[in-house]
């Protein structure tokens, strides 16, 4: 009897080991949460918005004076923006004052149906459409009825039990939320697939008054976009891509300055747009340095972390009067990260932001070259620095790579992905990688086309 009560407790006793193990295995599996394929936009040669084409936009503008010429000519030579970037149709046909609902669903559906058309061809017979448990659509500036994401999933025929979400108004960083926001669905459903569309849209939103300081969007932004494929099921983890490691957001909207530094409105005017004040900067910084008080802790490793904290505490001693500061945070990123995927939002970004971090030329040029090439994109331009990367063959497996997404609000919300294996896709860079970084040192055309514009002497010039 004895023997037999000892065994069948022998029995439960693995019984309940195994349901324990087992459990731990799939909450542990619903956590990870791995990219299979992304794809970025990339618009027809017709569509390009070279010197030339920018000159006449900015000439068919009749509320502008000889001075906000000059402005935006100078601005545009100073973005570190190049001569391939793509703009929307309206535009190109100079019906940016006049705008229509046609024209905001087909730069929509251009952008949207090519990256998933390219997406699912590339990855035809590992997974389609009626595959797809999550859709994630971010358009900032347009959201229609129906959603855009009933759009994707009436052209894609997806399934009815589909969990579809459609963000707007979360500007740049809308991308690495609409990743949060799969990855925490992921923890609640195993073996699920996930889509996420990042985009915006320009033609409808083009500002056409006279404010300094909302023409600055058309100077930067660009069309683009990009679709992302995500997954936690255990069996895609030999064909993934990367692997999601962290992901932080940081809010810092409760301040009124940083709240309305970028922030769509119109001008005293009437004419819509999108402002963007000098405190931009400063709320950027701050949102930044909250995020990274958090995330750094998570991915850099130790040892590190303990030589800062000493290194601090010693300078705090031993410095009596405050002395000038140094570039740089003090930490060493390159210890727990080898690849930096900065927000694209323009060249004083990009700089301000890897001066800050102590980054070296080489970390900052897939962002400055992804600015060059395509533009400011919105949500999407993470997306484009990664194929950078990529096609340069600079990802190897096992390094890591830290995405730095800022936007309205104001937000800061990174992640941390990765590299699950030796990446060299050439992507949308396949017509141009191989010209860069040589193609950004050329001068820019707008300097050396419209350089009178810089002659003081014209300044009683009245441009009709």
Same mark, same amino acid.
């Given at each position: 009897?004895?023997?037999?009560?000892?065994?069948?407790?022998?029995? #439960?006793?693995? &019984?309940? !080991?195994?349901?324990?193990?087992?459990?731990?295995?799939?909450?542990?599996?619903?956590?990870?949460?791995?990219? !299979? *394929?992304?794809?970025?936009?990339?618009?027809?040669?017709?569509?390009?918005?070279?010197?030339?084409?920018?000159?006449?936009?900015?000439?068919?503008?009749?509320?502008?004076?000889?001075?906000?010429?000059?402005?935006?000519?100078?601005?545009?030579?100073?973005?570190?923006?190049?001569?391939?970037?793509?703009?929307? +149709?309206?535009?190109?046909?100079?019906?940016?004052?006049?705008? $229509?609902?046609?024209?905001? *669903?087909?730069?929509?559906?251009?952008?949207?149906?090519? $990256?998933?058309?390219?997406?699912?061809?590339?990855?035809?017979?590992?997974?389609?459409?009626?595959?797809?448990?999550?859709?994630?659509?971010?358009?900032? &500036?347009?959201?229609?009825?129906?959603? #855009?994401?009933?759009?994707?999933?009436?052209?894609?025929?997806?399934?009815? /039990?589909?969990?579809?979400? @459609?963000?707007?108004?979360?500007?740049?960083?809308?991308?690495?939320?609409?990743?949060?926001?799969?990855?925490?669905?992921?923890?609640?459903?195993?073996?699920?697939?996930?889509?996420?569309?990042?985009?915006?849209?320009?033609?409808?939103?083009?500002?056409?008054?006279?404010? +300094?300081?909302?023409?600055?969007?058309?100077?930067?932004? +660009?069309?683009?976009?990009?679709?992302?494929?995500? $997954? @936690?099921?255990?069996?895609?983890?030999?064909?993934?891509?990367?692997?999601?490691? $962290?992901?932080?957001?940081?809010?810092?909207?409760?301040?009124?300055?940083?709240?309305?530094?970028?922030?769509?409105?119109?001008?005293?005017?009437?004419?819509?747009?999108? &402002?963007?004040?000098?405190?931009?900067?400063?709320?950027?910084?701050?949102?930044?340095?909250?995020?990274?008080?958090?995330?750094?802790?998570?991915?850099?490793?130790?040892?590190?972390?303990?030589?800062?904290?000493?290194? +601090?505490?010693?300078?705090?001693?031993?410095?009596?009067?405050?002395?000038?500061?140094?570039?740089?945070?003090?930490?060493?990123?390159?210890?727990?990260?080898? *690849?930096?995927?900065? *927000?694209?939002?323009?060249?004083?970004?990009?700089?301000?932001?890897?001066?800050?971090?102590?980054?070296?030329?080489?970390?900052?040029?897939?962002?400055?070259?992804?600015?060059?090439?395509?533009?400011?994109?919105?949500?999407?331009?993470?997306?484009?620095?990664?194929?950078?990367?990529?096609?340069?063959?600079?990802?190897?497996?096992?390094?890591?790579?830290?995405?730095?997404?800022?936007?309205?609000?104001?937000?800061?919300?990174?992640?941390?992905?990765?590299? &699950?294996?030796?990446? /060299?896709?050439?992507?949308?860079?396949?017509?141009?990688?191989?010209?860069?970084?040589? #193609?950004?040192?050329?001068?820019?055309?707008?300097?050396? @086309?419209?350089?009178?514009?810089?002659?003081?002497?014209?300044?009683?010039?009245?441009? /009709?």
């Amino acid at each position: 009897m004895e023997l037999f009560s000892l065994s069948s407790l022998l029995l #439960l006793s693995t &019984l309940f !080991l195994f349901n324990i193990s087992k459990f731990v295995l799939k909450r542990r599996n619903q956590r990870k949460c791995y990219m !299979l *394929h992304y794809e970025c936009y990339k618009g027809m040669d017709e569509r390009k918005l070279d010197t030339e084409t920018c000159a006449k936009v900015v000439q068919r503008n009749k509320n502008l004076g000889l001075e906000e010429y000059r402005f935006l000519l100078r601005t545009m030579a100073s973005s570190g923006i190049g001569e391939e970037t793509y703009g929307p +149709r309206n535009v190109l046909e100079g019906r940016e004052d006049s705008p $229509t609902l046609l024209d905001a *669903h087909s730069e929509m559906d251009e952008i949207m149906f090519d $990256t998933l058309d390219k997406l699912f061809h590339k990855t035809k017979g590992l997974i389609s459409p009626s595959d797809i448990d999550i859709l994630v659509v971010n358009v900032s &500036l347009f959201a229609p009825s129906p959603s #855009l994401t009933s759009r994707v999933i009436n052209r894609y025929k997806m399934r009815e /039990d589909i969990k579809s979400f @459609n963000l707007s108004g979360l500007g740049c960083s809308a991308s690495v939320i609409s990743i949060d926001i799969v990855q925490r669905i992921f923890e609640t459903r195993e073996n699920a697939i996930a889509l996420v569309v990042s985009t915006e849209t320009m033609g409808p939103h083009w500002y056409c008054g006279k404010d +300094r300081s909302m023409m600055l969007s058309n100077c930067l932004f +660009r069309a683009g976009g990009s679709s992302v494929l995500l $997954t @936690n099921a255990a069996r895609f983890k030999n064909r993934a891509l990367m692997k999601l490691v $962290t992901v932080v957001r940081a809010h810092v909207g409760s301040d009124d300055e940083a709240y309305s530094c970028c922030i769509q409105m119109e001008d005293r005017d009437g004419h819509p747009g999108f &402002l963007l004040t000098k405190y931009l900067k400063k709320a950027a910084a701050r949102a930044l340095t909250k995020n990274l008080q958090v995330l750094l802790p998570r991915v850099l490793p130790v040892k590190e972390l303990i030589r800062y904290a000493i290194v +601090r505490a010693l300078k705090r001693r031993t410095t009596a009067k405050r002395e000038p500061e140094s570039s740089g945070i003090g930490l060493n990123l390159k210890t727990g990260l080898q *690849h930096f995927c900065i *927000h694209p939002g323009g060249r004083a970004i990009i700089e301000g932001v890897g001066k800050s971090l102590g980054l070296t030329e080489f970390d900052i040029e897939p962002a400055r070259m992804a600015l060059h090439r395509f533009g400011n994109t919105s949500s999407g331009g993470l997306w484009y620095i990664l194929g950078y990367m990529e096609a340069k063959n600079r990802l190897k497996k096992g390094e890591k790579i830290l995405m730095m997404g800022m936007g309205a609000g104001f937000e800061s919300n990174n992640c941390v992905w990765e590299v &699950l294996k030796d990446l /060299d896709d050439k992507n949308v860079w396949d017509d141009s990688v191989d010209r860069y970084p040589e #193609l950004s040192r050329i001068p820019n055309p707008f300097v050396e @086309n419209y350089d009178w514009i810089n002659d003081d002497t014209m300044s009683f010039v009245r441009v /009709d």
